[in-house]
Nanobody, 121 residues
Framework: QVQLVETGRGLVQAGGSLRLSCAAS????????MGWFRQAPGKEREFVAR????????YYADSVKGRFTMSRDNAKNTVYLQMNSLKPEDTAVYYC??????????????WGQGTQVTVSS
């Protein structure tokens, strides 16, 4: 059974930075693409970023492009989301997820429990 655990929750001021981590256990981490998603109060969960199995390909939502950077360390079974120039509209619960394939073209099969990010204006 695959488990994903996000860490790095926090309260930051607008313009600040925060780094989220997602540690995986079980399964073969390096064989799958990983993604970050978020859900703000009263809104549906939305895609934020994804990274291919090797880390060679990344893709971002337009709303975070140029501000967020996703990376992975397969030796540590961990993915990261570096968030810079944070805005109040980035406030949400952030989830990491594993895709069913190497490049993130399909759906996700495992999810973390989520971590809260709050950006004050």
């Amino acid at each position: 059974q695959v488990q994903l655990v996000e860490t790095g929750r926090g309260l930051v001021q607008a313009g600040g930075s925060l780094r989220l981590s997602c540690a995986a256990s079980g399964g073969t981490f390096g064989n799958y693409a990983m993604g970050w998603f978020r859900q703000a109060p009263g809104k549906e969960r939305e895609f934020v970023a994804r990274i291919s199995w090797s880390g060679g390909n990344t893709y971002y939502a337009d709303s975070v492009k140029g501000r967020f950077t996703m990376s992975r360390d397969n030796a540590k079974n961990t993915v990261y989301l570096q968030m810079n120039s944070l805005k109040p509209e980035d406030t949400a619960v952030y989830y990491c997820a594993r895709y069913r394939d190497r490049y993130g073209w399909g759906s996700q099969d495992y999810w973390g429990q989520g971590t809260q990010v709050t950006v004050s204006s």
